[in-house]
């Protein structure tokens, strides 16, 4: 018997402060800490003082929301709590702006309070200035964020009042500080949707809820028994949040927000034409709008309506959208960061290279300062977004007193509001309105939208109806509104067990742990055999009669029909998971079982290995003793269909087949290929196959197309769709390099053209010499090299010739025309081929003077090119015929982003290079051209 309880410390029958407790008889695990938006200090806290907090193992947190956060902080630093923390990173990030922001007005509104009480009431004037320049009000602040004050406000200005005060050291007058905040986020370990996390024996998985960028729902199973914990979910199409998650794994028990009760939204598209008209009305009348928001959440979503509205009317474009917030750079910074977790529509707006948060129409205020000109004149129609949205104080607070009086204005709450809180009491339409302690007189237009990310009724229900739960706890709502969901519920699904606890009221949810399962098919003789050798392991006597019928039971092929009562108490019950049955003995040849496993010894010492389980699928249904089946039996022995999907997919090929087998031989280690014929036993003809772990690939020669085939699996289905996304990618390749011809026999010049062109399109100062030239630049310049001698003899005369002719006043041009023609011809062939031989020097030498000294000592050494035996007129003769003769030079940047010379020699199929790592990964990369032929392996 499993007996789990679930308490509340908060946020039952109330909307704030959520803290629910899950405790079984060894671990506590504490789901979301936030604080009360309509109190301040120790009285908007969980109630940590009736539970002992050092018995919690984990704090799970479902969303930066402040009702589910906010007494994090408070939590680690000021109490017994030693557990770990769990929350996504993007949550993570906002926590530590939205704390830091709390803390900083906690500071202020608690100096403000002591000021309104102080004896001498001239320290401050009504509505003085410090010397920073912030405004100073009684009963309130300039606040900017979601319980939060403006950047620039100073904490030790602020300190220094409370400490004059006498109230000494500030820790004692707030619930956390920055210290307590640096030390909470330290503490704070993250963790991505679907990742499944074990502590112990709990283990947790976060599920996608929709409502704010990285909000999350915990589905936590203890003692197998799974509880899914919904925070604050909505899955309703949203602009830029993905709806909600509902798991595919049985819950036992769910605890879900009830907030909006029995209420259904209206359309969405309706909602958000009523809220255009009503700023378009507003404004034509030359008022001001006030959309009091959260900081970050549907401050988002309202911003990306009215920058899609104002694109499209132009009357409205010179109309400002003011956003007032000290995190709005922050905000977008952060959802930027997270632009993954984003919906649909901001990933397409993103995908057409715009930034869907980089808003034409909106200007970021940090300060109500900045716009109160504004606020103050007439006719200066605009729209201002401003925090926090239940206008409890801070700058929304302070907008709200401004426009109030002007009935050409008009206030929109988008979001929910709670009891306590301004927001809530506007709602009734009051003449006047309280703030700051004065009454004030309203007869500014008010109207309620909701654009709450938070689900209705009819969202609720299908959540449960989807879930498939049988007990559902309802929590984070109006006590009223509670009752009146859990008898809607109750009516409409009979099955259901629904509670609303209140505060500190203990449920205990008692289940019946089954310590068996049924096993049908082949997989009840497999562990009848099991069971048998373990007990022939295990030394005890059988009789011939025994020994016989565990042989017969090993070689019987026919299932057996009677069921099998077995213990399991490793089973999980649930319907679709796997168990392991704990068994002993050598499996027959057909059963598929577990690696590893038990070493036991026989009779004679010897010692035997027990498998540690089977393959087998556990189904359950409720009241009904759990199936332990092998999935092939499914179908003869339950009454659940089953299904085989065979899915082919066909692509046109005009290559040779071979290449792509040598490609997907190189991606997979399980790859061959076979003759159509004679193959797969399928009745393939026609074509060779390729089969790939799974997945048959099979290629009609005579139309040119491969098909690949598949059972479908999750397994197969990913291998197949990377086998397909690889063909794409080659003939797309080959449709790019149309100008390589792909023929039966590549040959080295083909490899060569491939290399060049891939080198061209990824490296700088791409060359090619001969290496021939190479090796008669060597000799040229070596120094006991003949051919050096007899160049610069003939240079020497080509020189002296020219001076003598310049020099040689006793030829005239007379007698130069009397000369012999024929000799004269000469000398000036001689002379011009000597010169231009000598301006091939010069070029040769200014070309290779520039190459490394690793290049020349390997074609120095190259055994294809070598110096004829002839001493008066040495030459390079070449080897071998059938080569290319070529070296290809380009450069490569290495780690410290400096220029490497690299040398390819195709004939020998070298690379040449200083760096070893360069030259490993050319190498790799020639290896790579040549072996698949394909540019696109690079």
Not at 457 to 479: A, S
Request: glycine share 6%.
């Amino acid at each position: 018997m499993n007996n789990i309880n679930i308490v509340c410390l908060g946020g039952a029958s109330e909307v704030g402060r959520s803290c629910v407790i899950i405790e079984s008889a060894n671990r506590s695990i504490m789901l979301d800490c936030g604080i009360h938006p309509a109190f301040m200090g120790i009285g908007c806290l969980p109630i940590y003082d009736a539970y002992d907090i050092s018995k919690v193992d984990l704090c799970l947190i479902t969303h930066f929301h402040m009702d589910h956060s906010g007494a994090l902080p408070y939590l680690i630093n000021r109490t017994r709590f030693k557990g770990k923390v769990y929350m996504t990173e993007a949550t993570k990030s906002i926590c530590y702006l939205l704390w830091n922001d709390y803390a900083r007005i906690e500071k202020c509104m608690h100096m403000m309070n002591k000021m309104k009480g102080s004896r001498n009431k001239n320290e401050v004037g009504e509505n003085e200035t410090d010397e920073y320049g912030n405004k100073i009000k009684r009963g309130g602040v300039y606040s900017s964020d979601e319980y939060g004050s403006e950047d620039n406000e100073d904490d030790d200005y602020y300190q220094s009042y409370i400490c004059e005060m006498g109230d000494g050291d500030i820790k004692h007058n707030v619930l956390y500080d920055e210290n307590d905040i640096n030390v909470a986020m330290k503490r704070i370990e993250t963790l991505n949707f679907h990742e499944h996390i074990e502590f112990e024996d709990v283990k947790f998985t976060a599920y996608r809820a929709g409502h704010v960028i990285g909000a999350c729902m915990f589905l936590v199973e203890i003692n197998n028994i799974r509880f899914l914990y919904t925070g604050d979910y909505s899955r309703e199409v949203d602009r830029h949040i993905p709806i909600a998650e509902i798991p595919t794994i049985d819950v036992h028990v769910l605890i879900c927000e009830g907030t909006y009760g029995i209420r259904v939204h209206d359309d969405r598209k309706k909602r958000e034409v009523r809220f255009l008209n009503m700023i378009t009305s507003i404004l034509n009348n030359k008022g001001k709008v006030l959309l009091p928001v959260f900081a970050l959440g549907r401050a988002q979503e309202l911003l990306l309506i009215m920058e899609e509205h104002w694109e499209k009317n132009t009357q409205l474009q010179k109309i400002p959208i003011f956003y007032i917030s000290s995190m709005a750079t922050k905000s977008l910074c952060i959802y930027e960061t997270f632009i993954n977790l984003c919906g649909d529509f901001v990933r397409h707006v993103l995908n057409e290279g715009k930034n869907p948060f980089n808003f034409k129409y909106v200007k970021y205020a940090k300060s109500l300062d900045s716009i109160l000109n504004y606020l103050y004149q007439d006719n200066n129609p605009c729209v201002v977004m401003a925090s926090p949205g239940m206008l409890q104080n801070g700058i929304s607070k302070n907008i709200f007193n401004i426009i109030a009086p002007d009935k050409k204005s008009g206030v929109i709450l988008t979001g929910y509001t709670v009891k306590g809180t301004l927001a809530h009491e506007l709602k009734t339409e009051p003449e006047y309105v309280l703030i700051n302690d004065k009454p004030v007189k309203r007869r500014c237009r008010f109207e309620e939208i909701s654009f709450s990310a938070h689900s209705d009724f009819n969202q609720t229900k299908t959540f449960i109806e989807k879930l498939k739960c049988p007990n559902v706890v309802l929590v984070h709502g109006d006590r009223n509104e509670l009752n009146r969901l859990k008898n809607k519920l109750t009516e409409e699904k009979k099955y259901l067990s629904v509670f609303t606890p209140e505060l500190l009221q203990r449920l205990t949810f008692r289940f019946e742990h089954s310590d068996h399962v049924v096993s049908l098919g082949q997989i009840s003789q497999h562990i009848r055999y099991l069971a048998r050798r373990r007990e022939v392991l295990q030394g005890k006597e059988l009789d011939a009669a025994d020994e016989i019928n565990v042989v017969r039971d090993a070689n019987r092929g026919d299932a057996i029909d009677a069921a099998v009562a077995i213990d399991a108490t490793d089973a999980t019950g649930a319907t679709g998971e796997k168990g392991k049955e704990q068994s002993g003995g050598r499996p027959p040849p057909e059963a598929n079982t577990n690696r590893g496993g038990e070493k036991l010894s026989d009779r004679n010492g010897e010692e035997k290995t027990i498998p540690n389980g089977v393959d087998a699928i556990i189904i359950s249904e409720p009241k009904a003793i759990p199936i332990m089946i092998y999935a092939k039996d499914i179908y003869e022995y339950t009454n659940l269909k089953t299904a085989l999907i065979d899915q082919t997919i066909s692509i046109k090929f005009p290559h040779k087949f071979e290449l792509l087998y040598h490609m997907l031989r190189g991606v997979y280690e399980e790859t061959h290929m076979e003759d159509g014929d004679s193959g797969s036993g399928n009745g393939d003809k026609g074509g060779a196959v390729i089969f790939v772990q799974d997945v048959k690939i099979h290629y009609c020669s005579a139309e040119k197309v491969i098909s690949i085939n598949w059972l479908s699996s999750p397994v197969n289905d990913l291998v197949a769709d990377s086998i397909n996304f690889l063909i794409l990618e080659f003939l797309d390749t080959m449709k790019n390099n149309n100008h390589l011809s792909i023929c039966n026999e590549v040959t080295d010049d083909e490899i060569y053209e491939m290399i060049i062109s891939y080198v061209k399109e990824n490296y700088t100062n791409v060359e090619r010499f001969s290496k021939v030239e190479l090796k008669r630049f060597l000799l040229e310049n070596s120094s006991d090299s003949p051919e050096k001698g007899r160049k610069e003899e003939a240079k020497d005369a080509y020189e002296d010739g020219l001076d003598n002719l310049k020099n040689d006043q006793s030829y005239s041009s007379g007698r130069i025309n009397q000369m012999d023609h024929n000799k004269m011809e000469e000398e000036e062939v001689d002379l011009c081929e000597d010169h231009d031989e000598k301006s091939g020097h010069r070029d040769r030498m200014k070309k290779f003077r520039s190459l490394d000294k690793i290049l020349f000592d390997y074609i120095a050494a190259d055994a294809s090119l070598a110096m004829s035996t002839d001493e008066e007129e040495p030459v390079v003769r070449v080897l071998n015929g059938g080569m290319l003769y070529e070296i290809l030079k380009f450069e490569v940047k290495d780690n410290n982003n400096k220029d490497v010379n690299v040398y390819v020699d195709i004939d020998n199929r070298e690379v040449i290079c200083e760096e070893v790592t360069i030259l490993l990964k050319i190498r790799e990369i020639l290896k790579n051209i040549e072996e698949s032929l394909l540019p696109m392996c690079f």
